[in-house]
């Protein structure tokens, strides 16, 4: 099983080769290698049979010869992710501001939020869990989640006044830095870097589960870990940098998906797993802003 979201998605480890193209796929400031690393050529992670054997990247490429994606057809190109991760967001967006502008701040609509959350959640499972992307689950996903964001924010906004515009720029600034750091080759996406990295995340989620139910029993007063003082300003920048680092995950799978000639509908597996990555990102930079808003 392989990951490179918080939803563990099928698509980033394999127990046959690690993460797609780790050790040997190209990265910036790397060099391409043979078929043996290729994900797409032989021992293909995407499907039973292999229809990669004949990829024509695996056939031509020499060791240490720049990545070039195949010029055959049908092929996942930048613009392929670009299109698609727009289309992702975009519904994000479109369904956050109408929750907005339609749901007024009650406990109706947060038990609306609550709802939508878990359906968006069980959405992404079904996807995570499929053998190929389907784009009606993933839209799905993205209204969904859309209308959880929209509720979640402007019930901060109400509190604290602009939290979500910064918690946008946040997000935006994190996406960026962070896309710039991979590019710059200053983070290797290596098998030991993602093993690690999830492990981290995994005793993260399990941490934050725990808290979750002591809390709920009454337990842990005033959210636990999750409070509005600093040690919650700390699990924050904590869950961010977790978030950083499924960033880094998604680009080393756009890159190698790209590299190795994955098939055209791939796009829609980045476009998920960026969604829920940025998705991530901002709910926690919200989260920070208002703990950072009621210290002032």
Same mark, same amino acid.
């Given at each position: 099983m392989r990951s490179s979201n918080p939803v563990f998605s099928r698509r980033g480890f394999s127990r046959d080769n690690g993460y797609a193209g780790f050790n040997t796929a190209p990265q910036a400031g790397g060099a391409a290698v043979g078929t043996q690393g290729n994900p797409y050529a032989q021992g293909n992670p995407y499907a039973g049979g292999n229809p990669y054997a004949q990829n024509p990247y695996a056939q031509q490429t020499q060791y240490g010869a720049p990545p070039q994606a195949p010029a055959?057809?049908?092929?996942?190109?930048?613009?392929?992710v670009v299109m698609r991760s727009a289309m992702t967001l975009g519904t994000v967006a479109v369904g956050a501001v109408l929750a907005w502008?339609?749901?007024?701040?009650?406990?109706?609509?947060?038990?609306? =939020?609550?709802g939508s959350a878990l359906v968006a959640f069980v959405l992404a499972m079904v996807q995570s869990f499929k053998r190929t992307p389907s784009p009606a689950l993933i839209l799905g996903y993205a209204a969904f989640e859309g209308v959880f964001l929209g509720v979640i924010s402007e019930m901060y906004n109400a509190q604290w006044h602009g939290?979500?515009?910064?918690?946008?720029?946040?997000?935006? =600034?994190?996406?960026?830095?962070?896309?710039?750091? $991979?590019?710059?080759?200053?983070?290797?996406?290596?098998?030991? $870097?993602?093993?690690i990295g999830m492990s981290i995340a995994i005793a993260f989620l399990v941490v934050m589960a725990v808290n979750l139910l002591l809390v709920a029993f009454g337990v842990a007063p005033d959210g636990g870990l999750r409070s509005?003082?600093?040690?919650?300003a700390l699990v924050g920048v904590v869950a961010i940098l977790l978030g =950083?680092?499924?960033?880094t995950l998604d680009f080393k799978q756009i890159e190698d998906g790209i590299a190795y000639g994955a098939p055209r509908e791939e796009?829609?597996?980045a476009a998920f797993g960026l969604t829920m990555t940025l998705v991530w990102i901002y709910v926690e930079m919200l989260r920070l802003v208002a703990i950072f808003s009621s210290n002032d």
């Open positions: 055959t057809t049908g092929r996942m190109t930048m613009d392929d502008a339609l749901l007024p701040v009650s406990s109706t609509s947060f038990g609306l =939020a609550f939290a979500p515009f910064e918690a946008v720029l946040g997000t935006m =600034a994190v996406s960026g830095a962070t896309l710039l750091v $991979y590019k710059a080759g200053w983070i290797r996406v290596t098998a030991r $870097y993602a093993r509005m003082g600093p040690l919650g =950083a680092f499924f960033l796009a829609w597996l």
